[in-house]
């Protein structure tokens, strides 16, 4: 059973920055892509960003595409997720995935893709 653990999230100000880490079990991480979802209250879940298993592309909402930063670091079976000059509307709890398939490209930002999730790490921005 794959689990994914995620962590990093906390209270920060309109401005600031979190680093979030989603740790994954297995010994086959390096063969799959990683993608960060968030759902704030009340709405659904949606894509944040996600990067390919070779780490060659990363891909990212347009709410979030140059302030968020998705990295791996496969020798410790972890994906990050680097938030910068957060707002308010960015509070929400975010969770990593992870695709059943190895070697999977494409279809990044839906859920579908996904087979695996963690259970989630919040995130609040006061103002």
């Known amino acids: 059973q794959v689990q994914l653990v995620e962590s990093g999230g906390g209270l920060v100000q309109a401005g600031g920055s979190l680093r979030l880490s989603c740790a994954a079990s297995g010994r086959t991480f390096s063969s799959y892509a990683m993608g960060w979802f968030r759902q704030a209250p009340g709405t659904e879940r949606e894509f944040v960003a996600a990067i390919s298993w070779s780490s060659g592309y990363t891909y990212y909402a347009d709410s979030v595409k140059g302030r968020f930063t998705i990295s791996r670091d496969n020798a410790k079976n972890t994906v990050y997720l680097q938030l910068n000059s957060l707002q308010p509307e960015d509070t929400a709890v975010y969770y990593c995935?992870?695709?059943?398939?190895?070697?999977?490209?494409?279809?990044?930002?839906?859920?579908?893709?996904?087979?695996?999730w963690g259970q989630g790490t919040q995130v609040t921005v006061s103002s």
């Open positions: 995935a992870r695709p059943k398939q190895r070697y999977y490209s494409g279809g990044y930002s839906h859920e579908g893709t996904y087979d695996y």
